[in-house]
C-alpha cells in the first residue's frame, strides 16, 4: 500500500482544505496509508547561515521523504497560496531536498468560485523551481469551490461529480507515483542539481 503525505497548506484552524485531506485520508484508506501533516509550527524561515535546520523540519522533511508521494492542498489568499506553505517549502529547500523527484498532487478548496486555481498555478511554478524539483501529476487540478457548502456534518462530500472527480484523480495519482518510481535513473543528478544551487547569487 502506497504511503502519502497530506500536507496541509494552512495554518487555520478551521481550514476547509485540512477538512478536504481528512475526507481523503478516510474515503480512500482502502487504497493507501495517508498521513496529515502541519505545517503551523514550523518557525519563520530566516536563511541561517550555517543551515542548521529546526527539529520540527527536519521531522517534516523525514516524513517526505519516507513517503510515495505528497498532496498539497492549498487556499488562496490575495490569488496567491498563503504565506505559512511558502515558508514550509522555503525550509524544506535548504541545505535538504525532500521534494526531488517526489510524486506531488496538488488540490484545493476556497470559499469562493475559483477553488484556489492561481493559487494552484503558482504552486505548480514554486514546487519547479531548481531546489524543489518535484514531480507534479499533470492535467490534475481539484478545484473545490464554495468549500463551506462542500461537506455535510459527516465530514463527506456532497457532490457526487466532485466525489467521483477526486476518485478519478487519487487513481491516476496512484498510478503516476508507481511510474514515477521507476523514473529514478537522474535522481542523483537532481540532488546534486539542487544542492549546487546558490542562494547568494540570486
Keep these: 500500500m502506497k504511503k502519502i503525505v497530506g500536507l496541509v497548506g494552512t495554518n487555520s484552524e478551521h481550514s476547509t482544505n485540512r477538512q478536504l485531506l481528512q475526507y481523503i485520508e478516510k474515503h480512500f484508506a482502502q487504497k493507501a496509508e495517508v498521513t496529515l501533516v502541519e505545517i503551523g509550527n514550523l518557525p519563520l524561515f ?6 542548521t535546520l529546526p527539529d520540527a523540519v527536519r521531522q517534516l522533511a523525514l516524513t517526505i521523504e519516507g513517503a510515495d508521494g505528497v498532496i498539497i492542498s492549498t487556499p488562496e489568499y490575495d490569488h496567491a497560496i498563503p ?14 531536498y525532500p521534494f526531488v ?89 537532481n540532488q546534486k542539481l539542487a544542492e549546487n544551487v546558490s542562494w547568494e547569487n540570486r
Design 101 to 189: 523527484d517526489k510524486p506531488v498532487m496538488i488540490i484545493g478548496a476556497s470559499y469562493g468560485t475559483l477553488g484556489s486555481s492561481r493559487a494552484q498555478a503558482q504552486l505548480r511554478q514554486i514546487l519547479d523551481a531548481p531546489e524543489l524539483k518535484a514531480r507534479i501529476m499533470p492535467s490534475s487540478e481539484f478545484l473545490l469551490s464554495h468549500s463551506l457548502q462542500a461537506f455535510n456534518e459527516a465530514g463527506q462530500l456532497v457532490n457526487p461529480d466532485m466525489v467521483a472527480q477526486l476518485e478519478g484523480l487519487f487513481q491516476d495519482f496512484l498510478i503516476f507515483m508507481e511510474i514515477t518510481s521507476q523514473l529514478g535513473n537522474a535522481h542523483e543528478v
Design 83 to 96: 504565506a505559512v506553505l511558502l515558508n514550509a517549502l522555503n525550509w524544506l529547500s535548504y541545505g535538504i
Design 46 to 51: 530566516t536563511k541561517p547561515t550555517e543551515k
